[in-house]
């Protein structure tokens, strides 16, 4: 016979926990620590701001040890938790956005940093910016693994850097003089590099530009990952991919460094992949092209495909990645941008701009996925979009850089020379591609020199001279 159940007030309630009569969780824990020194900060000084008895904070932190990780996780989570990165952010920004916050979360925490543990995350509102640019970095062409990889070793040089910074707050960094020390001791071993760099009392490791610094190393690095093939494991270095014009050439790289057997073959297959599909989205746009196309122009079936490269935006982030401001285009603006007024890389903006002639297969593709990104739904559209504003922030420093030179005229303004810069050699190469044969470096060189002073002129041409004699020199 079923036992009815029983009702009013004899019914009893369920048993409450330890710790849970008090009204207690580890955020209301942590709340009431703020403002306690670590040295101060014990169980029976909470629980006295709590009202509690000591015992009934020990089913949430069992000892000081674990409170003092409490406090410091707390604090840590409460400025890391609004950080927020931005839709229209690319994922190398977003990486030094998320390095950042980590950074001075870490610094927030102050004389609690050495207990942080980060054992276990504080709340789900933490995970948000790393969500954020997992997925930047999924739609530039990382492979899951491997952005998750990359986020992990980020979080890890952040924090690193974060309590190298802690530890230089009162002066220079405990680590500087004392292998200072080891190196004047050193007498059986010479180490003149690390000597010059520790020669200086100011080094720079652990300041606000240091940080930046080393970030953008790790970012160049995993772009250039990227840009050789999205390989699964991230430290491995690979050939560098050729561009899309070179679509007659197999492989990449110099003879020699190619790794052997399953790797090497699949590095190769996705280069072909990024090739062919550069040929067709240049022909036909991204809109145009399928998967089943590229697998038919590789020569492959498409599960093929698909097997290297999860979907088509895939694809295309990974011939973004390789197509613009890839190596080739590193090793050619390299020479114009030592000069520190400007003027180098003025020289070599009408230098580069003559791409429709070297790369006709590139500016085709360029020109064509960026018409199309103009729809806010195209998988490019946040791309180029910073495409555009890196390219125009970038422009607009040269200009100040040569305006501080004297060498702009006064009534120039950067920001707006820089568009209407910009927007003339797009709109050159389009009039190029459409079989006008017009002299595009010729008209942007003109412009350019409209904007300088006399002197700005005279660098210029001078930059010039010294160019067409290293030509010569080489040749």
């Not at 093929?304 to 890839?326: C, N, Q, R, T």
């Amino acid at each position: 016979m079923p036992v009815p159940e029983t009702t009013g007030p004899s019914r009893r309630a369920p048993r409450r926990g330890r710790g849970q009569s008090a009204g207690l969780d580890r955020t209301r824990i942590a709340a009431a620590a703020h403002g306690l020194s670590p040295r101060e900060l014990t169980m029976q000084a909470v629980a006295q701001r709590l009202g509690v008895d000591r015992s009934a904070l020990h089913y949430h932190v069992p000892d000081r040890a674990a409170l003092l990780e409490l406090v410091a996780e707390h604090t840590f989570a409460t400025y890391l938790s609004p950080t927020r990165i931005a839709p229209g952010t690319d994922w190398r920004e977003g990486c030094l956005v998320l390095a950042r916050a980590t950074r001075d979360s870490v610094l927030a925490t102050g004389q609690f940093a050495s207990f942080l543990r980060l054992s276990s995350p504080a709340g789900a509102d933490t995970l948000g910016p790393a969500e954020a640019v997992l997925g930047k970095m999924r739609a530039a062409g990382f492979d899951l693994e491997s952005a998750a990889k990359a986020l992990y070793a980020l979080s890890g040089l952040a924090i690193a850097l974060a309590q190298g910074q802690l530890a230089a707050a009162t002066g220079e960094h405990p680590q500087i003089p004392e292998t200072r020390r080891a190196l004047a001791a050193s007498t059986t071993h010479r180490h003149p590099l690390l000597e010059k760099v520790f020669e200086s009392s100011d080094t720079h490791f652990f300041d606000d530009e240091g940080f930046d610094a080393s970030i953008r190393i790790f970012t160049d690095g995993l772009a250039a990952q990227l840009a050789h093939g999205g390989s699964r494991t991230i430290p491995v270095p690979a050939p560098t991919l050729r561009w899309p014009e070179r679509l007659g050439e197999s492989g990449g790289g110099a003879p020699g460094t190619r790794a052997r057997g399953a790797y090497a073959a699949g590095r190769a297959r996705r280069e072909q992949i990024v090739q062919e599909a550069s040929r067709l989205f240049a022909e036909r746009g991204f809109e145009g092209v399928t998967t089943q196309a590229i697998a038919d122009a590789c020569g492959i079936t498409r599960a093929g495909v698909l097997h290297h490269f999860p979907d088509k935006e895939s694809i295309l982030a990974a011939v973004l990645a390789v197509s613009l401001g890839g190596p080739e285009d590193e090793r050619r603006a390299a020479p114009y941008l030592s000069a520190p007024d400007g003027i180098g890389p003025l020289h070599g903006i009408v230098e580069l701009s003559d791409r429709e002639r070297t790369s006709p297969g590139l500016t085709a593709m360029v020109i064509r996925l960026a018409v199309e990104a103009t729809d806010p739904a195209h998988p490019a559209h946040d791309y180029f979009l910073g495409r555009y504003r890196e390219i125009y922030g970038g422009m607009a420093e040269v200009f100040r850089l040569a305006a501080r030179a004297r060498y702009v005229r006064e009534d120039t303004d950067p920001e707006r020379a820089a568009v209407r810069l910009n927007a003339l050699i797009d709109g050159l190469q389009l009039q190029w591609l459409l079989d006008n044969p017009v002299d595009v470096s010729s008209h942007v060189r003109d412009y350019v020199l409209e904007l300088l002073t006399p002197a700005g002129v005279e660098a210029f041409l001078a930059a010039e001279r010294s160019r067409e004699l290293r030509d010569l020199s080489s040749s």
